[in-house]
Every structure is written in C-alpha cells, then in structure tokens.
C-alpha cells in the first residue's frame, strides 16, 4: 500500500499573515523605488546640460557666471569653485618709451564680466581703460594673459597698475590685483 503525503491545510490566519507579509514587502520594494527615483531626478534637475551652458565658458574652463549655481559641469569638482584670480605681471618702460602692463588671470576660472585697468602716475589715477574696450581680453580668460601699451612717459614716474580695482569680478585673491614700477 502507497502511502501520499499530504501538506497540511493553511489556516485562515496563515494564509492572513502571508499575504499581510507580501503587500508589507510590496510597499517596501515601493517606498525604496520612489525615493531612489526621487534622490534620481533631484541630481538629474541639478545636473547643467550643455545647452545652458554659457558661450563664453567651456567644459575646460568654467568660471564666474552671474546667477549661475554650481551644479554638475564635467570637470567640477565639488568643494572646489572656480574663480579667477586677475593680477598685473609686469611693468616695463624706460622714460621716452611707451609703459606696458603685462595682465594676466592666474586663477582656476574665467570671467565674462567688465572690469577696469586703472594707471596711476606718482599716486594720481592718470589713465582708465574698460575691459569691454580692450581689444586684447584674454587676461579675463582661464589662463590668459594681455598686454596693454597706452603711452608714452616723458619724466621719471613711480607707476601703479591697478586690474579691476573696483572689485567687480569675484577672485579667488583680491589682494594681488596691484603692482608699482618706477619708470627711469
């Protein structure tokens, strides 16, 4: 004689308790795919597409937009903001030759805002020129650097170049944006 092995009956609160345990496990597995869509889309709406990206700033060099919030640019790295750091290299000239002005950005971004070159001559400002005027703007640019050759200096002059004095441009270093040169 073959004996079956039955499986014994579920009850009624077996059969309760089962299911109460797969709609829980249910809505768990729920709540965990809404907030990883959730936590998802909070990076993806503060992700820059390329498209919002200004024209004047490149994957390479981002710099100082105005109203621009720090968000996902390729090569940003968080903790790290990118400013631009506009100083004078160098003064050169001898009296009866022109007086040149090496300006240079030496900062970790680029600018596209306006800013001024400010000359003073034995402490009085003497020549301003706007950066929107320059035709060589490079020293705004991540990187760059410009030259500026106004005029010419006649009588030995203590000569103090000044970029952005007005601090317009947010820098990474406000203080080195002077530099004297005693023109002989």
Not at 24 to 46: D, K, P, T, Y
Not at 104 to 132: C, K, M, P, Q, R
């Amino acid at each position: 004689m073959a004996t079956t092995n039955k499986s014994p009956k579920k009850t009624s609160t077996q059969t309760k308790t089962n299911t109460r345990t797969e709609v829980a496990v249910g809505l768990l597995l729920a709540a965990i795919a809404l907030a990883a869509a959730a936590g998802f889309f909070a990076i993806q709406r503060n992700r820059m597409r390329p498209s919002q990206i200004p024209p004047t700033t490149t994957f390479q060099q981002q710099g100082y937009v105005p109203g621009y919030t720090p968000g996902y640019v390729p090569g940003y790295t968080p903790g790290f903001d990118l400013f631009p750091d506009l100083t004078v290299m160098n003064i050169s000239g001898s009296v009866g030759d022109p007086v040149t002005a090496t300006l240079a950005n030496i900062g970790s971004g680029g600018t596209n805002l306006d800013t001024h070159v400010y000359f003073y001559f034995n402490g009085n400002l003497e020549w301003t020129y706007s950066s929107a005027t320059l035709a060589d703007k490079r020293f705004l640019q991540f990187g760059g650097s410009s030259t500026i050759s106004p005029q010419i200096i006649n009588t030995p002059t203590l000569v103090r170049v000044c970029v952005d004095p007005n601090n317009v441009v947010p820098e990474s270093n406000e203080s080195n944006n002077c530099l004297e040169y005693m023109v002989r």
